[in-house]
């Protein structure tokens, strides 16, 4: 084994991945701890999250190795990274300036594209469009957060599917439980009265709340508004790819991450909307490009 290991790091809403490679880019191994984002930064309860996951994190990787380099992609990361980079620093052991960080989607879209070569499209708990030009430089459509904005992302979709709920419950009181998409929300939720899903949809961190996406997804083949919802779903996302390439002109197009994998509707809606564009759908792997990179600068 090289002495020269790099970890890479993919941290979402939902989950944390990481993986482990040594100079030959060779993965070592690789696993998943909770999620996190850099927003947790702006409260001491999100503070103290992100210290717990980064302790399993590092509990995890020591098991296999000791990283020389840590390279990691968050969602939320705005550039101001120092505090994080100092606890990464400090669970491996590692002066500061050997961690580096940047948005997730980065490591996303280096994971599928040279630069310059093609738009990814990823729908996590948010979602968002990437184009990486020949100079380097990255470009964005959405991913502005899911209290903005953020289409066709798992919180979006659960977003949707409360609101649809909680309208019909407005007009037709009791409706619910003639609708299987409100029957498995409020199963989920443990009750169907309005101050559960108060508390989920305000008392919840977003990745919690996106993970509702999946009961969605569940329902889509036998009730209209699950299906409808994952449709427009689709459309959302594909109007982030329409946008990128409205600005920099036509480029084969990667649609990945785990919200736009929770029903084939979604991708489908995305060609209907995007005729003529080279489309393709992949599970991405991130956190092993991030480790490689990681491997290589060590």
């Known amino acids: 084994m090289s002495a020269a290991l790099g970890l890479g790091i993919d941290a979402g809403g939902t989950q944390t991945r990481w993986a482990l490679a040594d100079a030959h880019g060779q993965l070592l191994a690789e696993g998943e701890v909770a999620g996190l984002s850099a927003l947790q930064m702006s409260s001491s309860d999100g503070r103290a999250q992100v210290q717990a996951t980064f302790d399993a994190l590092a509990a995890a990787v020591r098991a296999h190795g000791q990283p020389q380099r840590i390279e990691a992609g968050l969602t939320g990361f705005g550039g101001d990274g120092g505090q994080l980079s100092a606890w990464l620093a400090a669970r491996f052991g590692l002066d500061g300036a050997a961690v580096g960080l940047r948005n997730d989607i980065e490591f996303a879209y280096l994971d599928n594209f040279r630069p310059g070569q093609g738009y990814l499209v990823y729908a996590g708990t948010g979602s968002i469009a990437a184009y990486i030009d020949g100079a380097g430089q990255f470009h964005r459509a959405g991913g502005r957060g899911v209290l903005l904005d953020d289409g066709g992302g798992g919180f979006w979709i659960a977003r949707e599917a409360l609101r649809c709920i909680w309208r019909r419950e407005d007009e037709d009181p009791g409706a619910w439980r003639t609708s299987a998409l409100a029957r498995a929300v409020f199963e989920q939720l443990g009750d169907s009265d309005w101050a559960a ?102």
């Open 197 to 298: 899903s108060r508390q989920f949809i305000y008392g919840q961190e977003r990745g919690a709340i996106g993970k509702l996406a999946l009961v969605v997804a569940a329902c889509a083949d036998r009730d209209p508004d699950a299906a409808r919802i994952l449709h427009e779903a689709g459309l959302e996302l594909a109007r982030l790819g329409r946008a990128l390439s409205q600005r920099f002109g036509p480029r084969p197009l990667v649609v990945a991450g785990r919200a736009a994998s929770l029903h084939p509707c979604i991708v489908a809606a995305m060609r209907s909307a995007l005729p003529g564009t080279d489309l393709r759908q992949v599970i991405g792997h991130a956190h092993h490009a991030a480790a490689r990179l990681a491997a290589r600068i060590a």
